[in-house]
Every structure is written in structure tokens, then in C-alpha cells.
């Protein structure tokens, strides 16, 4: 109980911190928000500049547990491959022996079954292609604005005088 406790302190506290303990492999500029990881960390590779909130990284199929009786020794095990520049949305699944080339967005609650080609975002169960990373970016310029700057107080008081609430 008190070592399950201590890891959650240390995952919430140094999430990169924790990742590289148990072998996860990133690069720089990377961001990991309350991930979990499955039981084989140590292939899960990621590139520079990924940002990953409350997604779940399976390596190995679970699924193998119908035939432990007539195989009791059987595996499905493959690592996870994430590039460069790549943003993994809130709750998506990444399944084992995925590719995801770089410059790619993942839609929240998406799960990945499939390798991803660099340069597009993805959304769905399971994720497919929707647009390309240039499309998507056309949109957010003509749709977003510009807080990343703003203290808390400031970006408020601007997002209310511009009634953008539904």
C-alpha cells in the first residue's frame, strides 16, 4: 500500500522522471500528463517534443488469456513507436506494436490500431485519418486565439469580453 502510494506520488510529481525509470525511451521537450504504461515500458519509444495526457500505452494483447489453458506459455508482445512533434490527445489508447510517424495529432479517447503516416490528425475508434496536419492548422489560425502569453487573470478577462461560451 505505501509503495503503490509512493509511485503515484513520484508519477504525478516527475512523470518523465518515472517514464525513463522503468524504460520508457523520449527524447527532449516531451510532456507526460498522468499516462499509465503497460507491463513492458521498456519498448515503448518516443521521439522529441511529445505531449501525451491520460493516455494509455498497452504493449502486449491481453487477449491471449482465453487459451492460458491449452497455451499457458503464449505472449502477444510488441513495442510502440511515437516520432517527432506528435500530440496525443486526452485518453487515447496507443496498442501494442504501433508506429507513429512524426508531426501527428491524436484525437481525445482515440484508440490507435493501426500505424499512423506522419503529418496528419487522426480521431476515432478506431483512429482514422481526417485531415492533414496543414488543413488542421489553417483551421486553429482562423479559429484560435492568442492567451498562451496571458496571465490567468488577463486571458479571462479577455475570453469573457469576446462571449465565446455556447
Keep these: 500500500m505505501i509503495r503503490r502510494l509512493f ?5 504525478s510529481l516527475n512523470p518523465l ?7 520508457v525511451q523520449f527524447g527532449d521537450g516531451c510532456r507526460l500528463i498522468k499516462v499509465d504504461f ?9 521521439g522529441n517534443h511529445v ?3 491520460k493516455v494509455r500505452f498497452e504493449t502486449h494483447d491481453g ?14 508482445i510488441k513495442g510502440i513507436n511515437i516520432g517527432d512533434n506528435v500530440f496525443l490527445g486526452y485518453g487515447a489508447v496507443i496498442m501494442p506494436g504501433i508506429t507513429i510517424g512524426s508531426n501527428v495529432v491524436v ?5 490507435v490500431t493501426k500505424d499512423l503516416e506522419a503529418g496528419y490528425v487522426y480521431g476515432g475508434v478506431p483512429a482514422r485519418k481526417i485531415k492533414s496536419l496543414n488543413e488542421y492548422k489553417k ?4 479559429t484560435g486565439v492568442e492567451t498562451k502569453q496571458l496571465e490567468e487573470s488577463e486571458k479571462r478577462e479577455y475570453l469573457l469580453s469576446l462571449s465565446i461560451q455556447k
Design 38 to 46: 503497460s507491463t513492458e515500458p521498456y519498448l515503448i519509444k518516443m
Design 139 to 142: 483551421k486553429v489560425i482562423s
Design 63 to 76: 487477449g491471449v488469456w482465453v487459451f492460458r489453458n491449452e497455451l499457458p506459455k503464449l505472449d502477444v
Design 7 to 11: 509511485i503515484y506520488i513520484y508519477k
Design 17 to 23: 522522471g518515472y517514464a525513463k525509470k522503468i524504460g
Design 51 to 53: 505531449s501525451a495526457t
Design 107 to 111: 484525437g481525445a479517447y482515440s484508440v
